[in-house]
């Protein structure tokens, strides 16, 4: 079911899939756990693709959406409509705790020697139940998109920070650039993406 | 609406959704906050962030995910509702049982890392590293679990210890000061029934405490803020809470 969209929740334009969202989640705070699997078919997949990019270990991967997407389950009031899409809300809790789990266990140094094909390789086998994810795969290309047509040196320093879950000073550090450099490839980057994105849209 | 330049908050927070801002620039951005208040233009620039950063995430294939996952997590949630209700319960048998092993909390790094290796259940390590805090985990029985926080507050707890045999190993970082006169109080909770593993005061926000205390049965933990005296029975809501796997 498609809800109706609440003119109160900002929302830049009309998203279908983020009214879907929404109304899952608002579905969710009423306990409705066919709305805890509707956001988690839609989601969790991805989750699990961006805990494994920034963790590289599967098993790992998958405790970092569980805890998640308990703590959605906890607590959906949690997401605020004016700090940004459901999606990324979601997206946001599983990001934070891959960094911090690779940020503790410093397993990026370990990471940073191994391939990514490998490490990618080796995770491959997974079970064979599937939930079937969204797809996205319009979103896919389009974000790809987004992040090809970066500069080379600004979508290096965002790919080391989202999907390597390096800090900006492990950044500095890595590269020997100045800790101002990476800060400000960061913003233009992250500037330069949000305007494609929003052409694309548009 | 905030009269100040965002040209700051703006580069702080592109650092923060991506998960890459550290050292002193958390605290400028903590103090930006502070300083431009409820402002449309930080919600604007905050929201496009987030929703930009978010978006990376699709650029990646989709995983295979159990399916059955969701429902195990439906199922972990509803037993937390039961176990953790508003008021953790008092202590009673499974307090007694448990009282003479699980207050023994010794808040020093050089002693609980001295006490690992004498019961030697744990593969646990913790070191600093230009500031950086590093837990590492072997292989084998041991378990570390991560802690949440059910209110969203900031601040990481984890603890490590081997099922079936006494001895927890806690380790923290950036823990909120409990306030004056208050400390952190670690609960078992069994059932209906909850223990204290004595009381942590984190030191400017980090802890490492080895808790010489048997979890028998317990099926989550749970940590309440409480006067430093260690009350026996729990008188806030949890916290942060986790739940354990045998």
Known sequence: ?202 | MSTRDHALIEELMALEVLDGLDGPDVQILERERAMHGDCAECRRIESELRDTAGRMAFSLDPERVDPAMADRIIALGREEDEELPPALPPRDEFAERQRSRGRGVVAALAIAAALILLVGAFAVFFQRQNGSKVLAQASGSQQVVHFTSPTGSSGELAMAYTPGQPGVFFWGSDLPDPGDGKAYELWMIDGNQAVSGGCLEPADGSLAAFVDADLGSATSMAVTTEPAACPASPSTEPVLTATLTV
Request: a negative charge; proline letters at 3%.
């Open chain 1, 1 to 202: 079911m498609l809800a109706v969209l609440d003119r109160s929740e900002p929302l830049g334009m009309v998203d279908v899939a983020e009214a879907h969202d929404r109304e899952l989640l608002r579905r969710l705070r009423n306990g409705d756990e066919d709305a805890f699997r509707g956001l988690f078919g839609r989601y969790a997949p991805t989750a699990k693709a961006l805990a494994l990019r920034v963790v590289r270990r599967s098993h790992l991967a998958e405790e970092i959406v569980q805890e998640a997407f308990l703590a959605v389950w906890r607590n959906p009031e949690g997401y605020d409509g004016e700090r940004g899409s459901v999606r990324s809300w979601l997206m946001g809790m599983v990001h934070h705790r891959a960094v911090d789990l690779v940020r503790r266990e410093e397993s990026y140094r370990r990471r940073a020697e191994e391939s990514i094909p490998a490490a990618m390789e080796q995770e491959a086998d997974h079970a064979d139940d599937v939930v079937e994810a969204l797809g996205r795969p319009e979103e896919r290309r389009i974000v790809r998109a987004a992040l090809e047509e970066l500069p080379a040196e600004q979508r290096d320093v965002l790919t080391k920070m989202y999907f390597d879950g390096l800090s900006q000073s492990q950044i500095a550090e890595a590269t020997g650039l100045p800790l101002g450099t990476v800060k400000s490839r960061t913003l233009l980057g992250m500037r330069r993406m949000r305007a494609t994105l929003e052409g694309v849209r548009s």
